[in-house]
Every structure is written in C-alpha cells, then in structure tokens.
C-alpha cells in the first residue's frame, strides 16, 4: 500500500522553487548541489518537521526540518554563492557545514549521515 507523502513534497517543491529561482537570478552553478543537499534532507529528515519559509508571499531560500527531533534549517546565500546547513534555525550561528557548487555528492550525503 503506497503512503500519501504529498505535503511533504509541496513544501520541498516551494524550497527548490525559491532557491532555484536564487540560482537562475544570480546565475549561479548551484543546481547540482541544492539537489545533493535535498537528497540528503529526505533520506534523514524526520517525518513531518519540513516547514519552507515565505518572504513577502513567495517561497524563500530557508527549509526548516529536525534528525532525530534536533532542528535544523538549510540557508541559500549568494556572493560567495552556497547553501549553509544550520543547527536550529535560520538566525543560528552554529554552521554545522557549508556546500559550494563543486561539492561531491559524497561529501553532502556524508555530512547529513553524519547528523545525531
């Protein structure tokens, strides 16, 4: 029996919206990466804890989620161009790891197994 998953990929879909559209704007070689860190927020997020945040009605570059209760947020910044994984929220100054474009997918996935 298949299990319903639909508002978990609507909230990935508004994250890969919002920083994707960051990407295309800044044109930025990004793209790889972003899809290295998502594959590592869904092989360890907990159920239900994705919340993407809006700015002025769009989606936003922040994705909010928890391993194993602990929260965590996922930050797009540009200029250096990067996504910065966070322990607690988008306002934290804890950086647990940041990734750049020519990140390997081993060093994303590693860095999220690595997570308590």
Same mark, same amino acid.
């Given at each position: 029996?298949?299990?319903?998953?639909?508002? &978990?990929?609507? *909230?990935? =879909?508004?994250? %890969?919206?919002?920083?994707?559209? =960051? *990407?295309?704007?800044?044109?930025?070689?990004?793209?790889?990466?972003?899809?290295?860190?998502? &594959?590592?927020? *869904?092989?360890?997020?907990?159920?239900?804890?994705?919340?993407?945040? $809006?700015?002025?009605?769009?989606?936003?570059?922040?994705?909010?989620? &928890? %391993?194993?209760?602990?929260?965590?947020?996922?930050?797009?910044?540009?200029?250096?161009?990067? %996504?910065?994984?966070?322990?607690?929220?988008?306002?934290?100054?804890?950086? %647990?790891?940041?990734?750049?474009?020519?990140? &390997?997918?081993?060093?994303?996935?590693?860095?999220? $197994?690595?997570?308590?």
């Amino acid at each position: 029996m298949a299990k319903q998953i639909g508002d &978990s990929i609507a *909230v990935l =879909r508004q994250y %890969v919206t919002g920083v994707m559209d =960051r *990407v295309n704007h800044h044109a930025l070689p990004m793209a790889a990466v972003a899809t290295h860190v998502l &594959s590592g927020v *869904v092989l360890r997020a907990d159920q239900g804890s994705l919340e993407c945040r $809006e700015y002025a009605g769009r989606p936003a570059n922040v994705l909010r989620f &928890s %391993v194993t209760g602990q929260p965590y947020a996922l930050r797009f910044r540009h200029g250096p161009d990067r %996504v910065e994984l966070l322990k607690g929220r988008e306002t934290s100054k804890h950086v %647990v790891a940041t990734f750049v474009a020519t990140d &390997s997918v081993d060093r994303v996935l590693g860095t999220f $197994e690595q997570l308590p």
